[in-house]
């Protein structure tokens, strides 16, 4: 079964430094997605892409943040400027369909340090 | 707005014994709703999801969930219990617009003993 892949599966960074984590989607799909777990807490909803622009995102996703797909494979979230808050685990996923109407498929994400 | 509420951080059952997480919802709006699974170490998988099609929904590994309006509620039932379903559960809720987000509940560490 075709599967989301991220990497790396852990990164570690120091506080200011910019950091790129990466996304392969699954290659049918069109709806892609970043979320984030910070240890102990519930799964977040950072932000949403389709056609080639952020569909929705949440107030979590300031300047700090962009999302990009920069070849028809990849789909990666850019953390400018890392801050201690932003350890977290980042899961990437995709879908065929937005609003329910096709499941998101998670990756196994990838855990992010700031120290 | 949507949210969810899952009623109790940990479970633990027996191996065989009954299998119930609790799920409640709020939303303005017609939801869509999602049971998945983390297994140590994984990502999410999906186990079930509810699109307003029928009420009880059966999913993957034997899991299935019943939308009741009324309540305003999606437990997670399964009938018997094994060893390897002990993983953390995530119900969420989406509204049905076009790529609108999940909301994530806090989860449910579920712990099956022998």
């Known amino acids: 079964e075709p ?12 506080m200011g430094q910019e950091v790129i984590l990466r996304c392969v989607p699954i290659s049918n799909h069109l709806y892609f997605y970043w979320y984030r777990q910070i240890l102990g807490q519930k799964v977040e909803f950072l932000v949403s892409f389709y056609n080639n622009e952020i569909s929705e995102k949440s ?4 300047d700090q943040f962009s999302v990009e797909r920069p070849d028809g494979s990849n789909f990666t979230l850019k953390i400018r400027s890392t801050k201690l808050e932003d350890s977290a685990m980042y899961f990437c996923a995709s879908s065929e369909a937005g609003g329910g109407r096709s499941p998101l498929h998670f990756g196994n994400g990838t855990r992010l340090t700031v120290t | 707005a949507q949210s969810v509420t899952q009623l109790g951080s940990h479970v633990s059952v027996s191996e065989g014994a009954l299998v119930l997480l609790r799920c409640n919802y709020s939303s303005s709006v017609p939801p869509y709703l999602f049971w998945y699974v983390q297994y140590p170490n994984q990502g999410l998988q999906l186990l079930l999801k509810y699109t307003s099609a029928a009420t009880l929904v059966k999913g993957i590994n034997g899991f299935e969930a019943e939308f009741k309006k009324s309540e305003t509620s999606f437990h997670l039932t399964k009938p018997s219990a094994h060893m390897s379903d002990a993983a953390e559960y995530f119900c969420a809720v989406q509204a049905q617009t076009s790529g609108s987000r999940l909301t994530f509940g806090e989860g449910t560490q579920l712990t099956v003993n022998p």
Do not use: N
């Open chain 1, 59 to 62: 107030e979590i996703f300031d």
């Open chain 1, 3 to 14: 599967e989301v892949t991220q990497t790396p599966s852990h990164q570690v960074t120091q």
